[in-house]
């Protein structure tokens, strides 16, 4: 998987057509489907302030424009189709989760929505930023086959793992119930016991003495605490 480059095209076009069908999925439930949903199981929900509707959908359109220029731009690696399964699964579970979550929340929204849409839009610029700083340096030919650590590298080796369980936790903030803080817990989970790990792996074969000595003085995942 790392190391490869490919255009996965049928990979990369199956996990798209998931994660637009969550977000669907999402705003039916926001603004049409609450009642309906309710009736299935033969009870009644409340509905979501409107302004958290919004902000929930706004957020996983934001998403899904982001997971875009991820997955046709910055994403050089090859995509299985059994990857893209297994992502475009977990994406429905987020979106799902957040909007069966947020759009039964009918308290206004506070600071700490607010307060969740700052860690949302800091997340998503940590995330990509990083992304796109490793991609215009990995362009240049003098740095092909070098390691890179500058940019938002140089404080943390996995900065779009941060960025995303920034984000995550900030949707979550959003959505006004704790039960959605589930998401950016298993995320988290997953980075550190998995994807680090097995990234890490791959890295110190790589780059051998140089991911070495980029390890010992750089953070994992968050700036002086792991």
């Not at 299985?80 to 979106?95: K, L, Q, R």
């Not at 959605?180 to 994807?195: E, G």
Request: proline share 4%.
């Amino acid at each position: 998987m790392y190391g490869s480059t490919d255009p996965s095209i049928p990979a990369r076009s199956l996990v798209t057509a998931l994660h637009a069908a969550a977000v669907g999925v999402a705003a039916w439930f926001l603004f049409a489907g609450t009642d309906t949903v309710a009736a299935w199981f033969g009870t009644s929900l409340p509905h979501a302030d409107p302004m958290r509707r919004y902000l929930l959908i706004t957020l996983s359109v934001v998403y899904f424009v982001r997971f875009l220029v991820t997955t046709f731009v910055t994403l050089k690696r090859r995509m299985a189709v059994t990857e893209a399964v297994t992502v475009g699964c977990w994406v429905i579970v987020i979106h799902a989760t957040m909007a069966f979550t947020g759009g039964v929340d009918d308290a206004s929204v506070g600071v700490l929505t607010w307060a969740g849409v700052v860690l949302y839009v800091l997340g998503s610029c940590i995330n990509t930023g990083a992304e796109l700083q490793r991609m215009r340096w990995k362009a240049r030919p003098e740095n092909r086959g070098r390691l890179y650590t500058e940019g938002l590298f140089r404080y943390t080796m996995h900065p779009n793992y941060l960025g995303d369980v920034t984000l995550f936790t900030g949707f979550a903030l959003v959505t006004g119930s704790p039960w959605a803080l589930v998401i950016p817990a298993i995320m988290a989970a997953m980075f550190v016991f998995v994807n680090i790990p097995m990234l890490d792996r791959y890295l110190a074969e790589r780059y051998g003495d140089a991911f070495t000595r980029y390890a010992s003085r750089t953070a994992k995942l968050i700036p002086f605490v792991y």
